[in-house]
């Protein structure tokens, strides 16, 4: 089906560490030098969250502790994150890009896709995203790589190709020399998991995946198997999507029950699964919600919406399931129900999640600042092996005190 | 021929008959309509019931969770407020009377009640004609020994409940916590309130007897804001309390103030209060006031009604906001004295202005004990008197 159309062309724009670049406009000072967004970079347990490419250059990756970075590299200059300056400047990016074309869709704060079909101009597509990355890099003064393919896939896994300030295209018929040499991992849509699966059954590349049998890999990973199959062929007839966004104003889990259910016991097992569904949802779309609404229908279809709003966005499944077995327990009116629904509203980018802390249960939250420092601790004493969580870091650690007794004195 | 039995009716069966004077029944049924809600289930407390003894007479409304009763003495300070023509009671719908009564023209007010319950509301040239309800179908007020009095006064019990009843919970997700808590112990009394997110303490020394039976109550905060609201400086100084397991009294000369208290046993807070302070700062309450306001106004909705605070060095604070739509606002705060560790700590604008608006002490010590943990503000002369915050966690 996907043929028969005219050919598209479609664009993915990705922001080079996009933090870092947003910080080193806003401190000309700071251009050319190793910089790291952590975590407060002040009491060196803070985690990485981006480099600049300067830093990369010195070993310096995301989640790695401060402390770890600044031995790779002592001249890193390390900012705690500022994202409502990140937010303005994707806000930016995006006026930006739609001044070409409506058909702009925003995936995350730093990268989005643009069909670019239908631009008149006559432009070539490579002299178009030309201009628009220098736009960007001049008039935003933010680096950014630029897929161009005939779909969202190939135009994704075009971006990935050459960083940083990349134009990469990724035509049909280049795909047996520039896509199916690569690692399945790499595959934008396979996670570790379905990565996982896909080796067992001896798909290690792309072009693996490509030329697996695909009612074998249907029948193996479901609907998703037979879409990594199209994909890994170049086939992604998915639309440039500029309400796609919006979608995730709200996601929601319903369920309608084989029988009417009458008791609260029933509905809080119905509660459970679903809260376990939105609350995978909301991580798999890195958001957290401010509201949580539930669906009752009753057998008579009578339908009744009830949503209560909070000051601290929740994600997790338990958060979830109270929020739903309290907002049912006041609005059940007793009656035989056939439907049970969960919605989480209100979303936020999980970055910019803040929690109102408790007085019952503040202690949770402050428990992980001395338990990181502690560990940080240990790690300067016995080095990186240290730092595993569970039984192996422990193993490791009481391994480590026993063979080396020279180091007796540092305890 | 139906009117001439209607005026034998009323001749007859004369049920109640009162003239009272204008102002002191308006400042009454204001008094009582507070206690009246028009959202109420039971249609008798839809009214307001009015009862004339050879004393006085006497307004009652009720949401049976806080009753409300005024009284007005036939005669106050040599002035007469009340001719007693017949003795009775009845109950008229607390809305249309407490409008009529307002606007009636002239100084005196007659209420004439027939044995059918037809109310005449006569004042001037003005009459209106209520149906009444019967008294005997409104609720019964509790009985409470008057033993077990305390008496509190009346300024100090505005300023607790000013100075607490703001952090009670409006939630209904912990019942208890909407209450705030009150504790007889050891010649004080200690009243808490908590929303989970801020706390407030106040303690007050009281004459309390040994062998008093009210130990502990948990008072709605909504009574307690009621209470603060009809307590004004037409009384004497001096507050009664008198309390059973399920009702407290508040009691002055001309009203009774009855609330339900609340079920439950309070949750222990004493031990949540960090004691292990680790910043501390002494500052202008006013200062923090009007920079916290202003940081606000950039972060008026309340999901993002956040503010950073920052200590520099010894004698300043950065107070900073922003709001992704609107932009920052960033502020240098001078303090007295800053000591113990540097800081850095993310909290609500509102709970900071709720809190800061409610001390009236000129000088603030604000005591630290980590970015995730609560922390505490005290007036620096007032030992009685403890709010505390919890912060926000912002990564």
């Given at each position: ?411 | ?227 603060g609201k009809i307590l004004d400086d037409r009384d004497q100084d001096v507050v ?37 302070v680790k910043t501390e700062v002494v500052l202008k309450t006013k200062d923090l ?107």
């Open positions: 089906m996907a043929e028969s159309k005219p050919a598209r062309i479609i664009f993915h724009i990705d922001m080079n560490s996009f933090y870092a670049s947003v910080e080193m406009r806003h401190h000309p000072e700071w251009r050319g030098k190793p910089l790291a967004i952590a975590g407060r970079p002040e009491e060196r347990r803070g985690i990485i969250v981006t480099a600049s490419y300067e830093a990369r250059k010195k070993g310096v990756k995301a989640t790695m502790p401060v402390w770890q970075a600044k031995r790779l590299c002592p001249e890193l200059i390390v900012q705690t994150p500022n994202f409502d300056l990140y937010k303005k400047a994707s806000q930016q990016l995006f006026q930006l890009l739609r001044t070409y074309t409506p058909y702009v869709e925003k995936v995350s704060i730093d990268e989005g896709y643009m069909d670019v079909t239908t631009i008149k101009a006559g432009m070539h597509p490579v002299r178009l995203a030309q201009t628009i990355q220098t736009r960007v890099k001049t008039e935003l003064e933010l680096p950014s790589s630029i897929g161009i393919a005939p779909n969202k896939f190939l135009a994704k896994m075009a971006s990935d190709m050459k960083k940083p300030m990349g134009i990469t295209i990724l035509r049909k018929r280049d795909l047996a020399t520039k896509l199916w040499p690569l690692a399945i991992q790499e595959m934008h849509g396979v996670g570790k998991k379905t990565a996982e699966k896909l080796k067992a059954l001896k798909i290690y590349t792309i072009g693996d995946l490509a030329h697996f049998d695909k009612k074998r890999l249907e029948s193996m990973l479901g609907v998703y198997g037979g879409k990594l199959h199209e994909r890994a062929n170049g086939i992604d007839d998915r639309p440039v999507d500029p309400e796609a966004e919006a979608v995730h104003k709200s996601i929601s889990q319903s369920t309608t029950l084989p029988e009417d259910i009458a008791s609260v016991n029933e509905a809080k097992d119905v509660f459970l699964t679903l809260s376990q569904r939105l609350s995978k949802k909301l991580k798999d779309h890195n958001v957290c919600a401010y509201q949580i609404a539930i669906t009752i229908r009753y057998h008579d279809w009578q339908t009744v919406n009830r949503s209560k709003t909070m000051k601290s966005a929740v994600y997790l499944s338990q958060d979830i399931f109270e929020m739903a077995m309290f907002l049912f327990n006041e609005n059940w009116d007793g009656r035989p129900v056939r439907l049970l629904g969960i919605s989480a509203n209100a979303l936020e980018d999980a970055a910019f999640r803040t929690k109102q802390l408790d007085l019952f249960t503040y202690a949770e939250d402050a428990k992980d600042e001395p338990l990181l420092e502690t560990i940080q601790q240990l790690e300067e004493k016995f080095g990186t092996s240290v730092v595993q969580k569970g039984m192996r870091g422990f193993a490791s650690q009481k391994e480590h005190k026993g063979r080396s007794s020279n180091d007796k004195s540092t305890f | 021929m139906a009117d001439a039995i209607h005026s034998m009716a009323v001749e007859e069966g004369l049920a109640m008959k009162v003239i009272v004077a204008k102002d002191k029944l308006v400042a009454c049924t204001n008094d009582v309509m507070r206690a009246v809600s028009s959202k109420t289930t039971i249609s008798i407390l839809t009214g307001i019931k009015i009862t004339a003894t050879s004393g006085g007479l006497t307004l009652t409304g009720s949401d049976s969770d806080i009753t409300i009763q005024a009284f007005i003495p036939t005669e106050e300070n040599g002035i007469e407020n009340i001719q007693i023509i017949k003795p009775g009671s009845i109950v008229l719908q607390a809305r249309y009377f407490a409008d009529i009564v307002k606007k009636l023209p002239d100084d005196t007010v007659t209420i004439e009640v027939d044995s059918r319950l037809m109310t005449r509301i006569q004042s001037g040239h003005s009459e209106f004609n209520l149906n009444g309800m019967d008294a005997d179908e409104y609720p019964r007020l509790p009985v409470l020994r008057e033993e077990n009095t305390l008496s509190i006064r009346k300024d100090l019990l505005k300023q607790i409940i000013r100075q607490t009843v703001y952090a009670v919970s409006t939630s209904e997700n912990r019942p208890i916590l909407t209450g705030a808590n009150w504790v007889f112990e050891n010649k004080t009394l200690k009243c808490v309130a908590t929303d989970s997110h801020r706390l407030a303490r106040r303690t007050v020394t009281m004459d309390v007897e040994e062998n008093h039976t009210i130990t502990n109550l948990v008072i709605p905060g909504k009574s307690l804001n009621e209470l009664e309390m008198i309390a059973t397991d399920n009702q407290v009294l508040f009691k002055t000369d001309h009203i009774q103030f009855y609330s339900r208290l609340l079920e439950g046993k309070y949750p222990e807070t004493e031990g949540l209060i960090p004691n292990d006031l009007q920079a916290i306001d202003r940081a606000s106004l950039l972060a008026r909705d309340e999901r993002n009604n956040l503010v950073k605070l920052k200590t520099v060095d010894q004698s300043s604070l950065e107070i900073l906001s922003q709001s992704p739509e609107v932009g920052r606002v960033y502020e240098n705060v001078p303090a007295n004295k800053i000591s113990g560790e540097e800081l850095r700590i993310s909290f609500s604008a509102k709970y900071m202005m709720d809190a800061l608006n409610r001390i009236d002490s000129e000088e603030l010590i604000i005591q630290f004990t980590g970015a995730m943990k609560p922390f505490i503000l005290k007036p620096v002369d007032d030992p009685d008197l403890l709010m505390l915050i919890l912060p926000v966690r912002t990564n």
